[in-house]
């Protein structure tokens, strides 16, 4: 693959973006939508991410969630309401996930004989 090909900015779908934090809680991405001189693009709705970071046995979790309002005012009313949504599926696709890969793991029976000569291609002299 040629990175230098494949990397060209979508011109018609740019974002200026702006956070904010209460410094506690988490952060409020505002992606204003605009032109490619830099104006702000009315034809376009502003988008709004909340970001949270939930700490596991392995180390923070960084969760991101889209955020329904035409304003900031609206998307902070919702930041609760969305975070809890977004830690409950993440934690459900987390135990799904740990589900499956304890599902793969094969464990012979109790009294299996392992195939004769082995099952490896590594042969001793």
Known sequence: MNASADARFDTANLYREEMYTDRRVGTVRVLVPIKTDGTP??????????????????????????LPGKTLAEALEKFADGARVA???????????????????????PGAVPPAGGGGRIRMP
């Not at 693009?41 to 889209?66: C, K, N, W």
């Not at 830690?87 to 012979?108: C, F, G, Y």
């Open 87 to 109: 830690v409950d599926e993440t934690m459900t696709e987390l135990q799904q996930m740990r589900r499956e890969a304890a599902s793969s793991i094969v464990i012979p029976e």
């Open 41 to 66: 693009d009315a034809a376009r709705t502003t988008l709004y991410v909340g970001q949270i970071s939930v700490m596991t046995p392995m180390g923070t979790l960084p969760i991101s969630f889209e």
